[in-house]
Nanobody, 118 residues
Framework: VQLQASGGGLVQAGGSLRLSCAAS????????MRWYRQAPGKQRELVAH???????DYADSVKGRFTISRDNAKNTVDLQMNSLKPEDTAVYYC?????????????WGQGTKVTVSS
């Protein structure tokens, strides 16, 4: 099983970016899917969470600006980021709790860098 994240880049403050993450491999089902971020010198933090039924939750710092969504048929999760701020600069990681025929485990994508300039 692999998670492949994409969509990072450089954007000016106030701009938008959309991150995507695709899970592939011998997947039976996917429970929750999440986006985390890690800024330089800081711990990794949970940004957004979405359940298999589409219930969502967000870090206070991104509520009203970020939207997480998923496509269960395609095994993908997206993060739409609007009104970006310099403090959103970080490497963003997708994560998912995935069930295969033999194991249930948390998988991580490789990270995609987001830089917001002021």
């Amino acid at each position: 099983v692999q998670l492949q994240a994409s969509g990072g880049g450089l954007v000016q403050a106030g701009g938008s970016l959309r991150l995507s993450c695709a899970a592939s491999g011998s997947i039976f089902s996917i429970n929750y899917m999440r986006w985390y971020r890690q800024a330089p010198g800081k711990q990794r933090e949970l940004v957004a969470h979405i359940t298999s039924r589409g219930s969502t939750d967000y870090a206070d710092s991104v509520k009203g600006r970020f939207t997480i969504s998923r496509d269960n048929a395609k095994n993908t999760v997206d993060l739409q980021m609007n009104s970006l701020k310099p403090e959103d600069t970080a490497v963003y990681y997708c994560s998912a709790l995935i069930v295969t025929q033999t194991v249930t485990s948390i998988y991580w994508g490789q990270g995609t860098k987001v830089t917001v300039s002021s």
